[in-house]
């Protein structure tokens, strides 16, 4: 068995793994996983065997997704201990986050009618009896239940179970795939509105059309080292879903230049470090939080807590769960005398959604939001499935100055 294999750095006990909303946090983990990045990786990465053993995966996600640590953090260290060829399966992985954020850039009414389906499906569903024994851990569906009681108390879940449980809900218990997108982002630490919808979509064979996931108890078994094996409980066909709406690709926004002159910076959670960018010092800083409309529900409170430590280890001042941004920016660029507030650029997703209905410019405010230059070499190769970016990831490393050996 893989579980006896793990030497006692490798198990990653969670109770040593604490999620702590910090970029030593992240950096120390990162540094923990790098060395493993390689062959033990690739070998070990479908394993699920719940929270105690976590150092065969790299659960860095909570991290990345804040950007309290980067994928280029990340690529930095993973190719001090291997090369590209060894570490290309764990990169690989890197770059589906990234594949994600990028094409619903271009696709941004994939989130627009997820929202309105979601709506519909509270308003229908919400009372089901089905869909509140899926959501409280009552379905009779060993492994499925237990994946709900550690998503819930733990805010994170293996990559593998996530694929297990979005197949389970869509074709064994025939509920909407929306509904479960939604309970995943309203207690995933790494919540993420591209990664999330897309990984759902793509289980249900709309994002690649016609081609689903189906979760099989052979393969459970397989990869849970017999800890569970639900012969007999799960769906043995998997029809694709199909949407009448069409998703026309949109083109990419041009990153707005560097400030000049004084600014008030906005740290909000799609990148806690963007300052590490900017040419000096923000007059004065702020953190807002926008993970409270991720959802028309309540969100966990380890989700929650993530992003808002995030934001609160990250800039002076404590982050707020404020509802009119505009009020909140406003009256902080008049306190610091300035006109020029600067953010990281927020993708589509509920930041986004925030920063354009608070009509800065109205105020005579004027934004400028900071794209990255990994995304601004990646995005634009995330035009159709992930294998036309995969090809492409040697040319965007080479572009960020990695060597390839």
């Not at 009681?149 to 197949?167: C, D």
């Not at 920063?355 to 410019?361: D, G, M, Q, T, V």
Request: with cysteine.
């Amino acid at each position: 068995m893989i579980t006896k294999m793990l030497s006692e750095e490798e198990s990653g006990h969670f109770g040593f793994l604490q999620f702590t909303p910090s970029r030593k946090a992240g950096l120390a983990r990162l540094r923990s996983f790098a060395p493993l990045a390689g062959s033990k990786y690739a070998a070990r990465r479908n394993y699920d065997f719940g929270p105690e053993f976590r150092g065969y995966v790299s659960a860095l996600s909570p991290w990345i997704r804040h950007r309290l640590i980067t994928e280029q953090d990340v690529l930095n260290a993973v190719q001090k201990h291997h090369s590209f060829s060894q570490a290309e399966k764990f990169v690989q992985e890197v770059f589906w986050r990234t594949y994600f954020k990028g094409w619903l850039e271009q696709h941004p009414s994939v989130w627009t009618a997820y929202l309105s389906n979601l709506n519909r499906a509270l308003e229908s569903v919400i009372q089901n009896q089905e869909y509140r024994d899926a959501t409280q851990g009552r379905t009779g569906i060993d492994c499925f239940d237990h994946w709900v009681r550690e998503l819930v108390e733990t805010g994170y879940l293996h990559n593998h179970s996530r694929m297990w449980f979005a197949s389970i809900w869509i074709f064994t218990l025939r509920l909407p795939w929306e509904l479960g997108a939604d309970f995943f982002l309203r207690h995933l630490m790494d919540g993420d509105p591209a990664s999330n919808t897309l990984s759902w979509r793509w289980v249900a064979g709309l994002h690649t059309k016609g081609k689903t996931y189906l979760a099989g108890a052979n393969n459970i078994a397989k990869f849970t080292e017999g800890k569970f094996n639900p012969v007999g409980q799960l769906a043995e066909n998997a029809e694709p879903l199909t949407e009448k709406a069409e998703h026309p690709s949109v083109a990419l926004s041009i990153s707005d230049p560097m400030p000049k002159g004084d600014f008030l910076l906005l740290v909000t959670e799609e990148d806690c470090q963007i300052a590490e960018l900017l040419p000096h010092e923000p007059a004065a800083d702020i953190g807002l939080v926008a993970s409270c409309e991720r959802s028309p529900l309540s969100l966990g409170k380890t989700a929650q807590n993530f992003a808002a430590g995030a934001i609160w280890n990250s800039c002076d001042c404590p982050s707020l769960e404020a509802t009119n941004w505009q009020d909140r920016i406003v009256a902080a660029a008049e306190a610091a005398g300035v006109k020029t507030v600067v953010t990281g650029f927020a993708p589509v997703g509920p930041v986004a959604a925030k920063l354009y209905k608070s009509k800065l410019a109205e105020a005579g405010l004027q934004l400028h939001q900071i794209r990255r230059n990994y995304d601004s070499l990646a995005w634009p190769h995330a035009t159709k499935g992930f294998f036309g970016l995969k090809r492409k990831i040697p040319t965007i490393l080479g572009g960020l100055g990695y060597p390839l050996r």
